[in-house]
């Protein structure tokens, strides 16, 4: 049974699939934001009994969003932390204008309403979808919250007969508060996942060398057991060639001085069932593979 084949792992793989995660997070967040003012386009359009101003304007948005997930899908293969993060600034910071403008209207409607409802729901969007990174889900929870100070306290809605929310603004700040720590949890969880793979990575990446050394040493033992006994012929059969077998002598030395230090390894390596027996031809070959693969993904 031969050796288990040593897993590869880079850590250019490992940023490739981080940065796979960002997009998904950046695409499923847009779309999101695509379907949420789908509705709220009929929805607004019945509230504000037949204005077109702010359904209009989140059509517009709409198809902005669209847009953005046509970028990303067309760059998909392409990615990078600035363009993740652009594209789903881009989806979300609309929404400041939208509910802005929303909640202004709701004070002339003569409707009964809870104010700031959608900072809430987007603050917590952004806690759970935003790239992990403090500065721009941080900064785009901390414009929300501000908006929905800013907004109570110049729109009057402390005061407003048809507000039923006694609490705010500073329930809104609390969801702040709690989308922040959510952001911030993931963006721990995600630097700990990073060093630990990047860890194993290189750890399988000296496995992978020590297993190289392992199977360089095993192969020259033979052919300087050869040697060796070559010499010792030639020395009895040729006296005269002293000189030329005490050179033969030192070369061989060398070399097994060199496989005797490659056994320093021995330590990085992980014993698997069938390794006691490995072939060292096979696990080169193997190697040899590993790398080939390597390479071909690299070009890729």
């Known amino acids: ?29 847009n779309l999101l934001v695509t379907f ?9 359009y019945q509230v504000f009994r037949g204005a077109l101003l702010l359904p209009v304007l ?20 392409r990615l990078s932390p600035k363009l993740i993060n ?16 929303a909640e202004y209207f709701m004070t002339g409607s003569g409707l009964i309403w809870v104010p700031m409802t959608g ?16 500065w ?3 900064g785009l929870i901390a414009a929300f919250a501000l908006e929905a100070v800013v907004l109570w306290f ?9 507000v039923r929310s006694p609490w705010e603004p500073w329930v809104t700040l609390i969801y702040g508060g709690v989308a922040a720590a959510m952001l911030a949890y993931r963006v721990r969880s995600h630097t700990i996942e990073l060093k630990l793979r990047q860890v194993r990575a290189e750890a399988e990446a000296l496995e992978r060398l020590a297993r190289l050394f392992l199977a360089v040493r095993d ?9 060796e006994l070559s010499i010792a012929l030639l020395r009895q059969r040729s006296p005269e060639s002293e000189p030329t077998i005490a050179a033969m002598e030192r070369a061989v030395h060398r070399v097994r001085s060199l496989t005797q230090r490659l056994g320093s390894v021995d330590p990085l390596l992980v014993w698997r069932e069938g390794d006691e027996s490995f072939d060292a031809d096979t696990m080169l070959r193997h190697l040899e593979e590993d790398l080939a693969r390597a390479l071909e993904r690299r070009r890729h």
Do not use: C, K
């Open 86 to 101: 652009g594209a789903f600034a881009a989806g979300v910071l609309p929404f400041l204008p939208l509910f802005a403008l």
């Open 219 to 227: 192969a020259t033992n033979t052919p300087l057991q050869t040697l």
């Open 36 to 44: 949420t003012e789908l509705a709220y386009v009929f929805i607004d």
């Open 136 to 138: 721009l889900g941080g």
């Open 119 to 134: 900072h809430r729901l987007v603050m917590l969007s952004i806690g759970v979808l935003a790239p992990t990174g403090m």
């Open 1 to 29: 049974m031969g050796p288990e084949q040593p897993r590869l792992r880079e850590l250019g793989v490992v940023e490739e699939e981080l940065l796979g995660r960002g997009w998904r997070g950046a695409f499923f967040g």
């Open 58 to 77: 989140r059509a517009l948005h709409v198809l902005w969003v669209l847009g953005v997930l046509g970028l990303l899908l067309s760059r998909r293969g």
């Open 154 to 162: 110049s729109l009057g809605l402390g005061s407003h007969p048809g």
